[in-house]
């Protein structure tokens, strides 16, 4: 069964030919997606090629898109029942596109119906020697002058109360904030913030591969899930941090696993795009909040506009037509 020709038997027989290669046709999706009557206009089009299926609407904003090797993301089957494609041959397409992935990737592992990959339960890891949380040291009678940096350094950027912070004073962290990595009640690794300005490796990180910081917030109940790229960013929003600039594959199966919509936030600079063009192709929206000139990303805007401000402005300004966001990442 073939996505494309089971895309192209469900359009509606109204549809015409428009510039570049797409078809134009009345959307299905606009009363669904939040518009108060249906598409009578042709607003919805859709494009193909040999390896790859896009659909967007100029009138209610939404868009999906799949390549052949990837699994059917939450977009593209809401495409498909809004065109009218039974649960049957549903499920039929996401088994093919779970074995065309396999064939490229190798097996995958199943937790649900939605055949997502299974997120492991990643192993233990150690703290650096005598670390402690910085709370703790704070209120201890004799705390280390070292710990008291570290905490000003926080207090400084406007972000103590929003890290789960530690600090060792072993010689290679004694300059950096500790920051865990939880998976459940368990330590899986950290990172090291350097404090004093000084040091030519600004993180000293230890975790597994394919790791996200606040792994867990994939599985609560909430409607958004915010994706940034540090672990800071992440820790004042109570986000998923990638702790990069690209996702790996395994990173990007998990995340998909979230049952509301995914935000992306990428730090407002050039290696950010990586991450704005992984959004579209997996059908995750992207903001560009309004912040002033000089807030470089979510840490800083937390700083500077607290915490409640900060996550309203994300997801005010996110943005789900790839169309739009692709003009925003240039213009911004």
């Known amino acids: 069964m073939d996505l494309q020709q089971v ?5 509606p027989h109204q549809r015409r030919q428009a510039s570049g ?33 896009s659909y967007h609407c100029f009138n209610c904003g939404f868009t999906a898109s799949h390549k052949t090797g990837r699994v059917i993301n939450k977009k593209m089957l809401r495409f498909l029942r809004n065109l009218g494609v039974s649960d049957s041959d549903i499920k039929r397409l996401q088994l093919e596109a779970i074995r065309e992935k396999e064939l490229a990737d190798g097996p995958m592992l199943f937790v649900s119906r939605t055949q997502t990959t ?16 910085l709370d703790d040291i704070l209120n201890s009678d004799a705390p280390d002058e070292r710990a008291i940096l570290g905490a000003k350094y926080l207090l400084d950027r406007g972000i ?11 010689a290679v962290f004694r300059n950096r904030v ?14 090291g913030r350097d404090f004093t300005g000084k040091s030519d490796a600004k993180y000293m990180s230890k975790s597994p591969k394919n790791f996200l910081y606040n792994v867990d917030a994939i599985k609560r109940n909430r409607m958004f899930l915010i994706v940034t790229e540090g672990v800071i960013d992440a820790a ?23 049952k ?37 990303d ?8 607290g915490k409640l401000y900060t996550l309203k402005s994300i997801i005010d300004g996110r943005i789900s037509n790839s169309t739009k966001i692709n003009v925003k990442m240039r213009i911004k």
């Open 160 to 170: 103590y109360d929003y890290i789960d912070a530690y600090w060792s004073p072993h």
């Open 298 to 305: 979510a840490a800083d805007a937390v700083h500077k506009y």
């Open 236 to 258: 004042c929003l109570d986000a998923v941090g990638i702790m990069s600039n690209e996702a790996s594959d395994a990173q990007i199966d998990y995340i998909n696993q979230f």
């Open 260 to 296: 509301g919509e995914v935000i992306v936030c990428p730090d407002r600079d050039k290696a950010g795009e990586r991450l704005i063009k992984q959004a579209i192709e997996n059908g995750w929206s992207v903001s560009f909040p309004y912040w002033e000139d000089g807030i470089k």
């Open 118 to 133: 299974r997120i492991p339960s990643f192993p233990d890891c150690e703290l650096p020697e005598g670390a402690q949380p």
């Open 7 to 11: 895309v192209f038997s469900h359009l």
């Open 21 to 53: 290669g797409w078809l134009s046709f009345n959307c299905p999706c606009c009363v669904d997606n939040g518009e108060a009557r249906p598409d009578i206009r042709m607003r919805g089009g859709i494009h193909t090629d040999d390896s790859s299926i």
């Open 178 to 191: 500790i920051i865990p990595f939880w998976q459940g009640d368990r330590i899986v690794g950290y990172t």
